[in-house]
C-alpha cells in the first residue's frame, strides 16, 4: 500500500474537499461529482493503523467509541485536518486541508450512558457521511452547489443523550438505511479483529461458537472461512497476510506441535481454550504459508437422539464383547457417534473403558464407569504401541480412533475375539464397503482365516451420512446399520459379500436398516428435499417418496368427491 503522504497529494487537487479512510471500505475522496475510490481492496484494520502510523499520525485513532474528533495536524509542509469518528471496530477518519476546514480541540470520549445512545449505534460509513451533511452535500442537492466551509466551525452542541440527533430521524434515505445496515454488519463480521492478531483467533472462534459452524479455515492469504452445512462461507473481505496469520497461531501451537510442523510440514494436535472450548486443529504448510482447519468440538458428549441416529444403535451398549465398527465419509460425525456410545456405557455400566485417540477430540467426565484417555503421540507411540499393552490394562470396553491399518485391524480382532468389546471408526462410504476393507486389509492368504475370525466378532457395523435441509442451514444423520446375525456371518465367511444388497433388502426382521430408509425418513418428515435424498442414496430407486403418495391419496379423494356429488 502507498505512504500517507501519497494519498495526502490528492488532496492538493482543486475538486477534491477531503479524503475518506474506513475500515472495510476502499480508500475514497470526495468530489463536486460525489465520492470517488482512489483504492481497489478495502482496507482492513490493521492496514489502517499501519498506515496511519507510518504516516506519523497514529496517536489520532481513539480507544473508545467517538464522534467527530478533530485535530489539526502538520505533515511535511502542509496542513491537515483529521476528524476521526469510532463505533465499536468500524473507524472512520476524513481528512481534508486545514485552510479549508478550520481545526477544533479534540473532544474527548463520552463515557458509557446508562441506556444505549442512539448515535454510536450507527456505524460511520461515506454513504451515512454524505446524508448527514449540509443540504447543499445531500445527494439530492442541485450539482455544483458549494460547502461552507464553516459549518463545522459552527456546528450547534449535539442535543441531550435522550434526544435523538435531529439527522438521524425521519431523514435516511434508502442508500442510507441500507448503508447503516451494512456498516452493522460488518461490525459484528469483523469484530474478530480487535487488537493485535494474537488475539484474532479467539474472537475468531467465538464468533464460530455462536453459530452453526463446523470447522473454521484460515490460510495465508485468503480471507477466514467457516464450514456449515458442508458450505463454506467468507468471513472477511480482507485476506490475511502470511505474517498476520502465523501471529494468530502462536498461541495455539506449543513446543510439540511447532517441532512437528517445522520437521514433517503439519501438525494434528487438540487444545482447549477456555473462552472458545475443546478444538481438534491441523495446521500445515503451504506455498503462501500456514493454513489451519480447526474443528469444533462438542463441550460434553451428544446423545444418540441428539444426533438424530436410530435408538437400535443403543443396544451396542449392552454387548459385553464383539467388534461394532463406525464408518462414513470424512467429516461425517464418526467421532460423535463414538462419543455417543462411549458416553453411554459410562453412564450405564460400572466397567473400564480404554480409548486410544489422535487426537482426543470429546473428553469424558467421570460417571460409573471408569475412563482411560490415551492419546497418541503424548501419551502413547502410536495406535499398535497403545492396543499391544491394552489387554494388561483391564479394560472390558477399547474404543480405536480409526482403524487405519492392517496392524491395528489385527489387534481390534483378536480383542474382540477374547471378550473385550471394541469400537471403533473407519473412513469408508458405506457397511459393505467397510467389511471389504477390514478383509482385503491382509494378504490373500490371510483372508479366509480373517473371514472367521470378523465372522464371530462383528457385532454391528454402522454407516453415516450427513446430508443438507431443505433449506441448507443445517445437516441431517442418514445411517445404515447392518447388525451382526447368522445370514451376515455366513456371506463372510463364505466369501459371498456380493449377495450383501439382497440381505439388505429382506433384512429388516434382523434390524438392518438401509440408507435408503433412513433417507426415506428424513423425507417423509420434510427435512430434506428428494433431490438431496437422490444424492445420498445407494439406490435413489429405493426410496420412498411420501409427497407423490399424499398427492396421488389427494388426488383419488378429490375424485371420489366429484363422484359422489354426480350420484
Not at 448515535?119 to 461515506?126: C, F, G, K, T, V
Not at 447543499?136 to 442541485?142: F, G, I, Q, S
Not at 501419551?379 to 499393552?389: I, M, N, P, R
Not at 446375525?485 to 434382523?510: A, E, H
Request: neutral net charge.
Amino acid at each position: 500500500m502507498p505512504e500517507l503522504s501519497q494519498f495526502l497529494a490528492y488532496l492538493a487537487r482543486p475538486d477534491v474537499t477531503e479524503m475518506i479512510l474506513q475500515t472495510d471500505k476502499v480508500i475514497a475522496v470526495r468530489t463536486a461529482d460525489g465520492l470517488r475510490p482512489l483504492t481497489k481492496a478495502p482496507v482492513s484494520y490493521a492496514s489502517l493503523v499501519r498506515l496511519l502510523s507510518g504516516g506519523g499520525v497514529g496517536r489520532i485513532l481513539p480507544s473508545a467509541d467517538v464522534r467527530d474528533a478533530a485535530e489539526r495536524i502538520v505533515v511535511g509542509d502542509d496542513a491537515y485536518t483529521f476528524r476521526v469518528s469510532r463505533a465499536g471496530p468500524l473507524i472512520q477518519v476524513r481528512i481534508s486541508r486545514a485552510e479549508d476546514a478550520p481545526a477544533q480541540a479534540p473532544r474527548a470520549p463520552s463515557p458509557s450512558p446508562p441506556a444505549p445512545e442512539p448515535e454510536p449505534a450507527r456505524a460511520p460509513s461515506p454513504a451515512r457521511d454524505r446524508m448527514a451533511a449540509s443540504p447543499a452535500a445531500h445527494p439530492h442537492a442541485p450539482r455544483g452547489a458549494g460547502r461552507d466551509t464553516t459549518e463545522d466551525a459552527q456546528r450547534p452542541a449535539p442535543p441531550a443523550r435522550h434526544a435523538p440527533a435531529p439527522h438521524l430521524t425521519g431523514e435516511l434515505t434508502e442508500e442510507g438505511a441500507a448503508a447503516v445496515r451494512e456498516a452493522g454488519e460488518t461490525a459484528k463480521r469483523h469484530a474478530w479483529r480487535n487488537g493485535p492478531p494474537e488475539t484474532w483467533m479467539q474472537g475468531l472462534l467465538r464468533a464460530a461458537r455462536s453459530r452453526p459452524v463446523s470447522d473454521v479455515h484460515v490460510s495465508a492469504g485468503e480471507v477466514p472461512m467457516f464450514r456449515t452445512a458442508n458450505r463454506l462461507l467468507s468471513v472477511s473481505s480482507t485476506p490475511l497476510t502470511a505474517h498476520e496469520v502465523e501471529r494468530m497461531f502462536e498461541p495455539l501451537l506449543d513446543d510439540r506441535a511447532k517441532a512437528q510442523v517445522a520437521e514433517l510440514g503439519y501438525a494434528d494436535f487438540a487444545v482447549d481454550l477456555p473462552a472458545t472450548g475443546r478444538l481438534r486443529a491441523n495446521v500445515c504448510r503451504t506455498r503462501g504459508g500456514l493454513k489451519g482447519c480447526f474443528r469444533l468440538v462438542l463441550d460434553k458428549p451428544a446423545t444418540l437422539e441428539q444426533l438424530g441416529l436410530p435408538e437400535a444403535l443403543a443396544k451396542v451398549a449392552t454387548y459385553h464383547q464383539g467388534l461394532a465398527v463406525i464408518s462414513g465419509p470424512s467429516g461425517s460425525g464418526k467421532t460423535s457417534t463414538m462419543a455417543a456410545l462411549v458416553d453411554l456405557i459410562n453412564r450405564s455400566k460400572p466397567v473400564h473403558i480404554l480409548s486410544v485417540e489422535d487426537p482426543i477430540e470429546v473428553v469424558h467426565p467421570r460417571a460409573k464407569a471408569v475412563i482411560s484417555q490415551r492419546e497418541v503421540g503424548v501419551h502413547t507411540e502410536s495406535y499398535q504401541a497403545a492396543l499391544k499393552g491394552a489387554l494388561r490394562e483391564d479394560p472390558d470396553v477399547i474404543a480405536i480412533g480409526e482403524l487405519r491399518d492392517r496392524t491395528t485391524v489385527e489387534m481390534a480382532l483378536s480383542a474382540a475375539e477374547t471378550g473385550h468389546l471394541v469400537i471403533a471408526t473407519m473412513s469408508t462410504p458405506s457397511g459393505a464397503k467397510t467389511i471389504d476393507r477390514l478383509i482385503d486389509m491382509f494378504p490373500p492368504e490371510d483372508q479366509q482365516q480373517v473371514r472367521a475370525t470378523l465372522a464371530g466378532a462383528l457385532k454391528i457395523v454402522v454407516s453415516q451420512r450427513l446430508v443438507p435441509s431443505s433449506d441448507g442451514k443445517r445437516l441431517y444423520a442418514a445411517a445404515e446399520l447392518i447388525t451382526g446375525s447368522v445370514p451376515l456371518w455366513t456371506l463372510i465367511r463364505d466369501d459371498k459379500l456380493y449377495q450383501l444388497p439382497s440381505l439388505l433388502q429382506r433384512g429388516r426382521g434382523l434390524g438392518i436398516i438401509r440408507i435408503e430408509d433412513s433417507l426415506s425418513d428424513l423425507l417423509a418428515k420434510r427435512y430434506i428435499s428428494q433431490r438431496v435424498a437422490e444424492q445420498y442414496a445407494d439406490d435413489p430407486r429405493a426410496l420412498t417418496l411420501p409427497s407423490a403418495a399424499a398427492d396421488g391419496a389427494a388426488a383419488d379423494a378429490s375424485t371420489q368427491a366429484r363422484e359422489g356429488r354426480r350420484r
